[in-house]
């Protein structure tokens, strides 16, 4: 079984930084695509970005082009999420998803991920 644990979520101005951790525990996921997926207040969640478990392919979603950088970290089983120029809309619970399972997938569809963290918090203000 594997856990993961996101990190970093908080309270930022527009305009500003921050970067999320998803630290997995349990087995290692250092094989595993991983993704961030988000949810806004009554909307329904939505793919930001992924990672492939080498970490050599990267996909975003239009919004988080050219702002949002995901990155891992496999000796320390960990995937992050580097977000910069926040902007009100990025306003969500920030959810880690990793893919335990050999096969093709789409990285935007949830339903490809097995694993997932409980969320972390980010607001940004205006």
């Known amino acids: 079984q594997v856990q993961l644990v996101e990190s970093g979520g908080g309270l930022v101005q527009t305009g500003g930084s921050l970067r999320l951790s998803c630290a997995a525990s349990?087995?290692?996921?250092?094989?595993?695509?991983t993704g961030w997926f988000r949810q806004a207040p009554g909307k329904e969640r939505e793919f930001v970005a992924s990672i492939s478990w080498s970490g050599g392919s990267t996909y975003y979603a239009d919004s988080a082009k050219g702002r949002f950088t995901i990155s891992r970290d496999n000796a320390k089983n960990t995937v992050y999420l580097q977000m910069s120029s926040l902007k009100p809309e990025d306003t969500a619970v920030y959810y880690c998803?990793?893919?335990?399972?050999?096969?093709?997938?789409?990285?935007?569809?949830?339903?490809?991920?097995?694993?997932w963290g409980q969320g972390t918090q980010v607001t940004v203000s205006s």
């Open positions: 349990g087995r290692t996921v250092s094989t595993y695509p």
């Open positions: 998803a990793a893919r335990g399972y050999i096969g093709s997938y789409t990285p935007e569809i949830e339903s490809d991920y097995n694993y």
